[in-house]
């Protein structure tokens, strides 16, 4: 049995009600429960945090590193363009990741065409919606199994 830890960032609590033309009417319950229900069906075990400070998500990383988790997905939301730390963080952890983001960065704002976490992650997966995380998921199962 793997262990998963999905990391969910800034403002993503507001999912469902915070500009669904972006980011569509699912709430974070929503994935989370979706993603839970997968991870048990597939034998592992599921954990999920979403905090809107950056300290709280380095936290979270270095609990993860000392809990020996096996692979987290991650949407860092706004820290994905700033946070070097969470980056530090992510490195030090030294567990693989997936990046999610629910929007296509490449279709808005010019600063967010920019992560700091793509080049380290196993793989993105970006502009899906909701769906991009259990894609997300689909793909670490297949890494873990």
């Known amino acids: 049995m793997a262990s998963i830890l999905v990391l969910h960032g800034p403002n993503l609590n507001l999912l469902g009600s915070r500009e669904p033309e972006i980011y569509g009417s699912d709430t974070l319950d929503d994935i989370n429960l979706r993603l839970g229900a997968a991870c048990l069906e597939a034998g592992h075990s599921f954990d ?3 905090n809107n400070s950056e300290g709280a998500l380095i936290d979270r990383i270095h609990a ?5 988790v096996d692979f987290m ?5 706004g820290y994905t ?13 030294e567990i693989p990741f997936i990046e999610v983001h ?12 920019d992560s700091f976490f793509s080049d380290i992650a196993v793989g993105c997966v970006i ?12 793909a670490a199962l297949a890494r873990l199994n």
Not at 64 to 68: F, H, V
Not at 73 to 77: A, E, H, R, S
Not at 128 to 134: D, I, K, V
């Open 48 to 50: 999920s945090f979403q």
């Open 81 to 93: 363009h700033t946070s070097v730390a969470l980056r530090d963080a992510m490195l030090a952890s």
């Open 64 to 68: 993860a590193r000392a809990s020996r």
């Open 102 to 113: 629910l929007s296509n960065l490449y279709k808005r704002e010019e600063f967010r065409h």
């Open 73 to 77: 997905l991650v949407n860092f939301g």
């Open 127 to 138: 502009g899906l919606g909701a769906q991009g995380y259990e894609l997300a998921l689909d």
